[in-house]
Structures are given as structure tokens and as C-alpha cells.
């Protein structure tokens, strides 16, 4: 019996000195990754991931958030469009933090980290170094400098470890516009899908390997969960804290996506435009001139986006090429007898066929629904040169 309670005392013995000591490798310092679920709304579609720190030794439970800004700022917009929105690193009670989500009905899914004492230190104190007032500020990008990326630094970053060694199978041929595109269809949001492919350039079409597709909430966390730590797991522990409770919706009608709307516009041009008749002619020119002028205005948001703004993603836009800004000039063409002035349709006419080819190099840069409107502009731009050519040759 002595024997046995000797054993007994010498394992309980163990099991304080175990705990003690993992409370101290730990620092009374607990550190996990939080991930978002979507919302309903577009600045939340994409997700959200923040950083919590439990402070045993002060009592604390402190949630860093990178995705913030000050909406009350008097050029909110205008930086905004610009590009020159300042993000900042902001902190707040986890208890906050929470009651934020349970109000939206979103999930949080927490991922406990597995460092070590001194690199629990380095990331505390990196984030305190980060919400003073002099570093908290940042120029936000979407794609390449977001509170995810951010957090992916950090992370991936601590203790002079070589950078982004998550990997993690990404789907083959990805690129950013490809992981957008994921939610937006979720989300079912066809015409916001359409608006973003519209700003969108080149760069949003690159291949993707795993550590810049921990650009969006639910890769990071994927990234964690495969990353291998000194021979070991990252991810410690994992656990539902609040539940996704967003509604299921439903997809959205054929008559209501940018696909029937761009079909129904290219039907009714090519209907009034076969009708001969003075009167349908004036129609024609007038529903010309509306076409033209608003593809030459989304032309010239389109160019101001690429060379006017901050915006790195929205540059290298291939859209520029149908969506040409000198359209909005070519209106005040139409009808117009001058040879050199008919020479822009034909020239546009013959420019907007070769996005045909275009589509199958590169058939993520333009958005499918954009086909028949793009067709339209190639015809009826035909349609306007092939009638002043033959206004031309009617004697005088």
C-alpha cells in the first residue's frame, strides 16, 4: 500500500511539474488566430481575421484588428476612390470583439498557435509596438496588404523563421480573381462580381501558390492548419466559439444577372437597328450616342482607376480596350460626313473583334456577361461606318 500511494505522490508530482512547466514555456501567454465568416455586405464578404492574445498574468483578453478605419474622416471618400485609405491596427476587448459577430450572426472559428515563450513575447510586443499612434496607420491593398496578410506576416515571420512556409494545396491554375470570384458567387452577388472583374487588371490574374492565397480569412487559417512548426503542428487547438448563423441564400434569377441584361440590350439594338425608316434612324443615332457615350465614360473611370489612383490591382486593364475613352468623343461623330471622323468606327469595329481571341489567351481578364455588349459595340460601330461610307459616295 506505501508502494503504491509513493508511486501515486511521485506521478501527481509529475503532473504539477508538467503543468508548471508548460505554464511557463508559455509565458501565461495564450495567442490564436481568428477567423470570420462571411456577412451579407460587401465590406464583409471576403471574411474577417484578427489576432488574440490572452494575458494570464494581467488578466487580459485583448483582440488586434488590422481591418480598421475611420469612416468619420471628412475625405472618406475621396481617399477611398484614391486609394489613399489609411487602414490601422486597432485593439479591443475579446468580449467586444464577440458581441460584434453574435449581432451579425457570423462564425468564429479560433485557431490556438503553438510557439514558444520568447516567440509569444515578439509577437506581443510587435503588436504593441504596432497600435501606437506613430505605426499604427498603413496604406490598405486588397490583394497584397490587408489585415490578413498582415497577420500572415506575423505570424509566418516570428523568431527569423523563414517566412510563409504554410503550404497547402491551392486549386490548380488559381489566381486571385478566381478566390474572389468563390464568394461573390456564395454571396450571390452576380453584378458586384461584374463591377470588380470590370476594375480589376492583369495583376488580378496571376497564379497564386499557397502563401499569397492566404490573402483571404479562410486561407490563412487553411495555411495554419497545414503548416508544419519544428517538426510539429502550428495550430495547437481549434474550436467553434460562435457558430455561422448567415442565411443560406437563394440563387438569384437568370432575368436578373448582368448576362440576360447585356443579351436583352444586344436583341433590342440589333431589332431597331434593322428597321428602315427616317424615324428609326434618329432612334438609331440617339440609342448610338447613348452607348458610345457610357461605354467612353466607364472608358475614362477605367483609365483614371489605372493611372490616377493608388490602386496596384487596378491597373494593366484590358477592358480599356472595348471600354475605349474616346468613345465618349466618337458620339458627336455619328452621322458626321468627314472621312478621317468615319475611320474611327471602322478602326474600333476591327480593335473589338480581336478581344474574340483574346477571351481564349486570357478568358478570365474579361467578365463572360461583357461578350454580347462587346459584340454590340463591334456591329454597331460597323453598322455607323458602313452608313457614312455610303452617305459619302451619294452625289452632291
Known sequence: MKGIKRAFSIFAFGCIMVQAAAQSDSCRLRISLLTCSPGSELYSVFGHSALRIVDSTVGTDIVYNFGTFNFGDPDFYSKFVMGRLMYYVDQETYSSFKAEYEYERRGITEQVLSFSCAEKKSIQEKLFINVREENKYYKYDFLNDNCTTRLRDI?????????????FATKTNSSYRDYLHVYLNRANMPWTKLGIDLLIGLDGDNRMNSNEA?????????????ADWRGGKM???????????????NTNPFFQTPLFFFLLLFVFYTLIGNLKSVRF?????????FLFATTGILGFILLFMWV?????????????IWAMPLNLGAVFLIGNKNLNFKKYFFYYSILTLFII????????????????????????????????????????
Open 235 to 249: 495550430v495547437l487547438a481549434e474550436s467553434i466559439l460562435l457558430p455561422d448563423l448567415q442565411p443560406k441564400l
Open 155 to 167: 505570424i509566418f515571420g516570428v523568431g527569423n523563421q523563414q517566412p510563409y512556409r504554410a503550404l
Open 357 to 396: 481571341p483574346l477571351i481564349f489567351i486570357l478568358p478570365e481578364a474579361i467578365n463572360p456577361t461583357l461578350y454580347p455588349l462587346i459584340i454590340l459595340l463591334s456591329y454597331r460601330s460597323w453598322v455607323i461606318g458602313r452608313n457614312d461610307k455610303k452617305t459619302l459616295k451619294q452625289p452632291l
Open 281 to 289: 434612324e434618329k432612334i438609331n443615332r440617339i440609342l448610338d450616342a
Open 214 to 226: 492566404m490573402f483571404l480569412p479562410d486561407y490563412l487559417k487553411k495555411g495554419l492548419s497545414a
Open 308 to 320: 490616377g489612383t493608388d490602386h496596384m490591382s487596378f491597373r494593366h486593364n484590358v477592358n480599356l
